[in-house]
């Protein structure tokens, strides 16, 4: 990472009292003062939370370069980029809670509510 990044992430961090849940936020404002930078979108494999939904930047030597990584205990070992067609999760069942995953060709795919029929019938046989 260029030296660059690092201050400007620095400068990021000082200034933002709590950076959980504001990747998308750091990604489009260091975007914007690094166009450069290919914003990027998908998931990061922590050491503390398991796989999160996550924004990041991208090189063109095709470097991470994340501004939030440190909301992450322990950091993140591996980032796996969504992209059109990808597998991504779409919704949490309402009955068994587990989470939705399909493959998506865009992320504004409609919310799935359920898993499968036997877990919408058992909900409805529930209400």
């Keep these: 990472m260029?030296?660059?990044?690092?201050?400007?992430?620095?400068?990021?961090?000082?200034?933002?009292?709590?950076l959980l849940g504001r990747c998308k936020d750091a990604v489009d404002e260091m975007h914007a003062?690094?166009?450069e930078l290919r914003p990027a979108k998908g998931y990061a494999q922590t050491l503390s939370w398991g796989e999160r939904d996550h924004w990041w930047l991208v090189a063109e030597n095709g470097a991470i370069v994340d501004p939030t990584e440190a909301q992450f205990p322990g950091g993140i070992f591996h980032y796996r980029?969504?992209?059109p067609g990808s597998l991504t999760r779409v919704g949490k069942c309402m009955d068994c809670g587990e989470y939705i995953w399909r493959c998506a060709d865009t992320l504004e795919a409609a919310t799935v509510t359920f898993c499968d029929e036997d877990c919408a019938a058992r909900f409805e046989r529930f209400m």
């Design 33 to 35: 003062a690094f166009p």
């Design 81 to 83: 980029e969504w992209l």
């Design 2 to 18: 260029t030296t660059q990044y690092a201050e400007w992430i620095k400068a990021y961090v000082d200034r933002t009292p709590h």
